[in-house]
């Protein structure tokens, strides 16, 4: 049976102090405003910034390192194609992306250009440096193993069990899982559905690491995606590792809000 061990006055004064200097930050704050999805299609890259290309297949999972600073390109390769993501620190595999904190620490489902995606340990994984669509799933995850497509078809917990265990983990080890290209939106009633107008054949994203991380991607179709069970595994996607390059001081990811100030705060003191 556990002890209870009764604090101190002096202790729950200084946690009151430091919960009351944060909400006043806070609240002081003024957002930043948020700019303009990135053009479609996606710019191309100097040779030199390319440290390497990947097309993965529908149905198939990637797995990849990014040093901090490192950028990573992330293009749909048509109507269909819905990326799953899963983010762990490489320092410390422990530390995996957090998407509740995310959500609640930004006040948004909207996960876009000039976001960035928390840890469970409260520090900035990554920044989200472009985007063309806004329209990415925050709520739902991607397709079980039981998914409504064709028999056969490839699923996204399969695909991240395997990727887990390629990078030395395990499916206990999986997060809530971040999907982009997937245009999942709430109803008056409160039930999810699926608005394929918010997207495009030729989307992307940009993502910079704020630490060396470990990923993992699998490219297959959302368990929402009207057109999943008749269209089999959707088209191949372009991943491209890009090197880092400089950051600005007024950077926008990293100062929108008083949350991403106070989360890069804690990644300088780790």
Known sequence: MLKHIPR??????????????HQKRGLEF???????PSPRPAPTPAPQEVIGTETVPGGWYHVLKLAQGERLR??????????????????????????????????????RRGRVVF?????VLFSITEDSSGAHDVLTGGSPARAPFTPGARNTRENMVIAAA????????????????????????????????????????????????????????????????????????????????????DDLCRTASAEAVRGFENNARA
Do not use: C
């Open 8 to 21: 101190s006055a002096e202790a729950i004064a200084a946690d009151r102090a430091r919960y009351e200097a």
């Open 30 to 36: 003024a957002p930043k405003a948020l700019p303009a």
């Open 74 to 111: 992330i293009a749909a390769g048509g109507p269909g194609s819905s990326v799953s993501l899963a983010v762990w620190a490489a320092a410390d595999r422990s530390e995996r992306m957090n998407l509740p904190d995310t959500v609640k620490l930004q006040w948004t489902t909207e996960l």
């Open 119 to 123: 840890s469970d340990m409260g520090r």
């Open 166 to 249: 390629k990078l030395g983990l395990d499916k206990r080890d999986l997060p809530a899982l971040l999907t982009f290209f997937a245009p999942v939106r709430v109803d008056a009633g409160g039930g999810f559905f699926w608005n394929p107008a918010l997207l495009a054949g030729d989307d992307w994203v940009e993502l910079r690491a704020e630490m060396d991380l470990l990923i993992a991607l699998s490219n297959t179709r959302h368990p929402l995606d009207p057109s999943g069970p008749t269209t089999g595994e959707g088209p191949a996607i372009t991943v491209t590792r890009l090197a880092a390059a400089p950051i600005a001081q």
